[in-house]
T-cell receptor, first 116, second 117 residues
Framework: GAVVSQHPSRVICKSGTSVKIECRSL??????MFWYRQFPKQSLMLMAT?????????EQGVEKDKFLINHASLTLSTLTVTSAHPEDSSFYIC????????????FGPGTRLTVL | AQKITQTQPGMFVQEKEAVTLDCTYD???????LFWYKQPSSGEMIFLIY??????QNATEGRYSLNFQKARKSANLVISASQLGDSAMYFC??????????????FGTGTRLQVFP
């Protein structure tokens, strides 16, 4: 199946710093990428949808100025958590979808962010 | 209102037995898709099976089958011949929205399945 990578897999940072997470589709062109957040023992919550060539669409309650999403190319999307705080500590997962495979999203392995 | 409901926080099953994980959904959209994902302790989301709202037949993928009852709005996952490696969290999800680019997946709260020898 299609492969989606995320980097880094784990990051620990100090409160107030910014953290960038990369999501790459390795063997297909991702016209749409999704960013999710998952708190411990909870479900995945969609944060934003990013379509190549347009601005990301954020879900209600997600601060667009805090969670900057850039869909730089058909194989790369980045999520930057600006001025991170301990409450931003979570598991961040991206997924990518190719235009021709509408029914399937391919998920990355996730990034565990810990803000001290 | 909860759009995807998984009422079983945890399930146990003996190896080689079958198990059913429940999922009900709520939508007024005639066109939707239903998905099941497996999430092992490592965290990655593994796609298992998909059912479209217009599909006449229940979806099957190897040991996984989806018991789709449209009138009841249920999409239960059946795992046959359970294996120890099936122990994981299982999430039911619904694709909401029809247009590419504006659609999104809504996830249930998950069911933790534990397979014992």
């Amino acid at each position: 199946g299609a492969v989606v990578s995320q980097h880094p897999s784990r990051v620990i940072c100090k409160s107030g710093t910014s953290v960038k997470i990369e999501c790459r589709s390795l063997d297909f062109q991702a016209t749409t990428m999704f960013w999710y957040r998952q708190f411990p023992k909870q479900s995945l919550m969609l944060m934003a949808t990013s379509n190549e060539g347009s601005k990301a669409t954020y879900e209600q309650g997600v601060e667009k100025d805090k969670f900057l999403i850039n869909h730089a190319s058909l194989t790369l999307s980045t999520l930057t958590v600006t001025s991170a705080h301990p409450e931003d500590s979570s598991f961040y997962i991206c997924s990518a979808r190719a235009r021709a495979v509408y029914n399937e999203q391919f998920f990355g392995p996730g990034t565990r962010l810990t803000v001290l | 209102a909860q759009k995807i409901t998984q009422t079983q926080p945890g399930m146990f099953v003996q190896e080689k037995e079958a198990v059913t994980l429940d999922c009900t959904y709520d939508t007024s959209d005639p066109s939707y898709g239903l998905f099941w994902y497996k999430q092992p302790s490592s965290g990655e989301m593994i796609f298992l099976i998909y059912q479209g709202s217009y599909d006449q037949q229940n979806a099957t993928e190897g040991r996984y089958s989806l018991n789709f009852q449209k009138a009841r709005k249920s999409a239960n996952l059946v795992i046959s011949a359970s294996q120890l490696g099936d122990s994981a969290m299982y999430f039911c999800a619904m694709r909401e929205g029809y247009n590419i680019g504006t659609d999104k997946l809504i996830f249930g709260t998950g069911t933790r399945l534990q397979v014992f020898p």
